[in-house]
Nanobody, 118 residues
Framework: QVRLVESGGGLVQAGGSLRLSCAAS????????MGWYRQAPGKQRYQREF??????????TYADSVKGRFTISRDNAKNTVYLQMNTLKPEDTAVYYC?????????WGQGTQVTVSS
C-alpha cells in the first residue's frame, strides 16, 4: 500500500505563488504516475479537476487551464512530486489533491487547502 502526504498549501494574494509537495511512501512501483487535482468549493469528489501529472520517466501532461502557470516536477529518489503554482487567481482556490497510480492501483492524498485572496 502507498501513503501520500501533501504539504505547501496556504493563503496567498492574487498574483502570488505557492509550491505544493506530495511525498509517497510504502510499496511504490518503480514505474508510476503522480499527479495533482483540485476540488473547488461546493464541488463533489467526482468533480475534481485534473491539473497535471508526471511519470517516473518525467513525461508530463497539463490541463489547458493551468498551462503556463503551473509546473509539475518530481524527485524519484525522494518519491516526491511538486506543483509550482504561479500567478495565482482567486478562482484557483480549492483543496488540492495528490494522486499516485501504478498498475491498476491508485490512491489519493488527504488534500491541502489553497486559498487565493483578491
Amino acid at each position: 500500500q502507498v501513503r501520500l502526504v501533501e504539504s505547501g498549501g496556504g493563503l496567498v494574494q492574487a498574483g502570488g505563488s505557492l509550491r505544493l509537495s506530495c511525498a509517497a511512501s510504502g510499496s511504490i512501483f518503480s514505474t508510476n504516475t503522480m499527479g495533482w487535482y483540485r476540488q473547488a468549493p461546493g464541488k463533489q469528489r467526482y468533480q475534481r479537476e485534473f491539473l497535471a501529472e508526471i511519470t517516473t520517466g518525467f513525461s508530463t501532461t497539463y490541463a489547458d487551464s493551468v498551462k503556463g502557470r503551473f509546473t509539475i516536477s518530481r524527485d524519484n529518489a525522494k518519491n516526491t512530486v511538486y506543483l509550482q503554482m504561479n500567478t495565482l487567481k482567486p478562482e484557483d482556490t480549492a483543496v488540492y489533491y495528490c494522486k499516485y497510480a501504478d498498475y491498476g492501483y491508485a490512491i489519493w492524498g488527504q488534500g491541502t487547502q489553497v486559498t487565493v485572496s483578491s
